[in-house]
């Protein structure tokens, strides 16, 4: 997949967070050992100073929940970068295995394992992967994925930690929920936040995906 990855460089981290500089150090330290090279956090109002202090990369004052995931998108497209959203409190992500990379991408089918217990079984063939690494997969499958795949300007992960019912998915899926704890976002993406919303935002803004792209 190598020459699929875009570099590092290419991406910006964002941290949407507030009230909770004393997560600094583990967010930093699973970005930072992937080799996240741009990370910012998105915080509340008056809050620089103290997410600073905790040794935050960068602090800016987005405010309100959706006020921040809009500021880290305008940030990452002001500077030409695809946008990474996480949340301050995100433990890791998983890989489960499939057969081939070639699953993956779409481009042989997916064998469903035969029952619940050797989805059960199979989804214990996982291992953990950086947010970096992560980032750059799902990102290189908006751009060299399926057909359907390519349509998508919105990417996320399994919401769950169930690896035996992730089993019985399609390694890759083009209409479901993205949950809000680990994005990425493309540069030329218009969409936005709704800002009038307190809960439920990344519901919100999956679907508005799937109306505006069809993934």
């Known amino acids: 997949l190598g020459t699929q990855l ?31 090279e741009h990370i910012c956090w998105f915080v509340g109002a008056g809050e620089v100073a103290a997410y600073e202090a905790a040794g935050a990369s960068r602090a800016v004052e987005g405010g309100k929940l959706c006020a921040s995931r809009n500021a880290a998108i305008d940030a990452a497209r002001a500077a030409h970068k695809i946008c990474v959203q996480c949340s ?17 991408f779409g481009t042989e089918r997916y064998h469903k394992p035969a029952d619940q217990a050797a989805a059960n079984q199979q989804g214990k063939r996982q291992w953990r992967v950086t947010l970096a690494a992560a980032a750059r997969v799902l990102e290189a499958l908006m751009r060299h994925g399926a057909r359907d795949t390519r349509k998508a300007k919105l990417a996320g992960v399994y919401p769950n930690a169930n690896s035996g019912m992730a089993m019985n998915a399609d390694p890759v899926s083009t ?6 704890d680990f994005l990425v976002i493309e540069p030329d993406c218009a969409l936005r936040f709704d800002e009038r919303m307190t809960l439920k935002e990344d519901y919100d803004f999956t679907a508005q995906h799937l109306a505006k792209h069809g993934a």
């Open 6 to 36: 875009r570099p590092l460089s290419d991406f910006l981290f964002c941290v949407i967070s507030k009230g909770r500089e004393a997560n600094v150090s583990h967010m930093e330290r699973m970005l930072k050992a992937g080799g996240a």
């Open 88 to 104: 301050d409190d995100l433990q890791g992500v998983q890989c489960l295995a499939a057969e081939s990379a070639a699953e993956i």
């Open 175 to 180: 209409d479901l929920f993205c949950v809000g």
